[in-house]
C-alpha cells in the first residue's frame, strides 16, 4: 500500500508486486478531510478512512512518503500530524511501514531523483499499463510511492540480511 | 488534562478546576518511548499510554501544546507526529482538544509570556499547593497547560457565546 499523507487530501493506493519489476493496479483514491473542520475531527476522519483500506487490502506492507520542513508552516505541521495518525493506523494492525523521500520516489520510479509531475505521472501510468493518467496528483504520487517500496524492497530486503 | 506533547518523553497531568481561580492536582506523569524503537512501535506505545490516561481519568477536556517549527528538525516532526496521535486519541473518545501556544502558557500562569522553565515551576507548585516542585520538566509544563486551559476556558466560553 503506498501512503501520499495529507489532511486535506491523502493520496492511497494498492498494488501487486509480480514477477520481477511487473506491479499490478489494485486501488487508488483519494481521503479527503474539510478543511474547515476541527484538526481532532479530521485527524479522526483521516484514521477512520485509511483504516478501512487497510483492513479491506489487509497489505503486507506500507510504504510511505517522508515529510519535510517545506512550503507553508501550517500545511507542514498537518501533514507531520497526519503521518503520525497514519503510521499509527499500519502499528496498531501490525503491518510495517517504510518511508521514502520525495527524492527517493522520483528516483525509483523515474530514474532521475529531481523528475517533475508530468514526467512521474507518464512513469506510473506505463509502468502500471493504466489506459489513462492517474487523477488527482496525490493518488498518481500515491502510486509512484507504492512502485517505489516495491522495486527498492528486495534491495532493503538483501542489505538487511547482509 | 494537560498534556505537554512529545515522542521520547511526553508530559501528562490531570487537574480539577475549583471555585474562581483554585485548581486541585489529580496525577502527573511521564509516558517515554524509546528512542531506539522505530516511528510505528514510539506512536503505538504512545497511543496506547495516553489512552490509558484518558479512560483512567476521563477528562472533560484535553489541553495540549502547540509545536513550533523549531528546534532540530527531526524532533520538530516527531514532536508533530506524537501531536497527531494524542489528538486523535482524545477524538476517538469524544474529548474535545484545545492547544495553546507555548507564550500563552507561559503568560497564563506567570503573567509574563516569556517567563522562563524555574519561574514556571515555582508557580505551578504554588498555584498547585505542592510540597515540592514537579519533576521531570515535561511533568510540570503538562500542569502548566491545565493550568492555562483552567484559567482561559471561562474566557474563551464567554468570547464564544458574545
Redesign the interface.
Known amino acids: 500500500m503506498g501512503i501520499d499523507p495529507g489532511l486535506t487530501r491523502c493520496g492511497l493506493s494498492v498494488v501487486q508486486a509480480g514477477r520481477g519489476r511487473q506491479i499490478l493496479p489494485v486501488a487508488v483514491g483519494v481521503a479527503r478531510t474539510p478543511s474547515d473542520a476541527?484538526?481532532?475531527?479530521r485527524?479522526?476522519r483521516l484514521?477512520r478512512a485509511v483504516g478501512e483500506w487497510m483492513d479491506d487490502y489487509r497489505p503486507d506492507v506500507v510504504a510511505m512518503e517522508r515529510?519535510f520542513?517545506r512550503g507553508n508552516?501550517s500545511t507542514?505541521?498537518h501533514t507531520?500530524?497526519?503521518?503520525?495518525?497514519l503510521?499509527?493506523a499500519?502499528?496498531?494492525r501490525g503491518i510495517?511501514?517504510h518511508?521514502y523521500t520525495p527524492s527517493e520516489v522520483k528516483k525509483a520510479v523515474s530514474g532521475n531523483g529531481r523528475a517533475d509531475k508530468k514526467q512521474m505521472t507518464n512513469m506510473i501510468t506505463r509502468i502500471l499499463g493504466l489506459s489513462e493518467a492517474p487523477k488527482p496528483a496525490d493518488a498518481a504520487d500515491a502510486l509512484a510511492i507504492a512502485v517505489c517500496h516495491c522495486w527498492r524492497a528486495p534491495l532493503i530486503e538483501r542489505m538487511s540480511t547482509a
Chains 1, 2 share one sequence.
Open positions: 476541527e484538526l481532532a475531527e485527524l479522526l484514521s515529510v520542513e508552516v507542514v505541521m507531520a500530524h497526519a503521518v503520525g495518525v503510521v499509527l499500519a502499528a496498531e510495517p511501514v518511508q
